[in-house]
């Protein structure tokens, strides 16, 4: 049995709960944020993934970081459009070229 119960504005009790569970699956579908300095420190001496705002994506063990977000990676690869370009060893990414870091080994992202 679907009742309605007629709101003001003329909007029903239906529509409105409807309404809502859109947002709710909207607000379920999108990461959840969280701190990226306790983020990045458990990354430290792990193998991660920077995306840069580019497209470019750089693979290797993330080994320090400072108060700006640049971050280190040593044993790096570079990787464009799925493709290995080659490892260029130790690398300086400057924070705001960074799309996103992620885990390598997991689902983590920032």
């Known amino acids: 049995i679907n009742q309605e119960i007629k709101m003001q504005g ?3 009790r239906a529509a409105q709960h409807s309404g809502t569970q859109q947002r709710q699956q ?5 990461p959840i944020p969280i701190n990226p300095k306790p983020f990045l420190i458990d990354l430290i001496d792990k193998p991660v993934i920077v995306k840069l705002k580019w497209g ?3 693979k290797g063990t993330l ?4 108060g700006y977000m640049n971050l280190q990676l040593f044993n790096t690869e570079e ?3 799925g493709e290995c370009k080659g ?3 130790e690398a300086l990414i400057r924070c705001n070229n960074v799309l996103y870091v ?3 080994e997991g689902v983590q992202e920032i």
């Open 10 to 12: 003329g909007a029903t």
């Open 26 to 30: 909207q607000m379920d579908a999108q």
């Open 56 to 58: 470019m994506e750089y």
């Open 63 to 66: 080994i320090a970081f400072d």
């Open 79 to 81: 990787w464009v459009n």
């Open 87 to 89: 490892n260029i060893g």
């Open 102 to 104: 992620r885990d390598a």
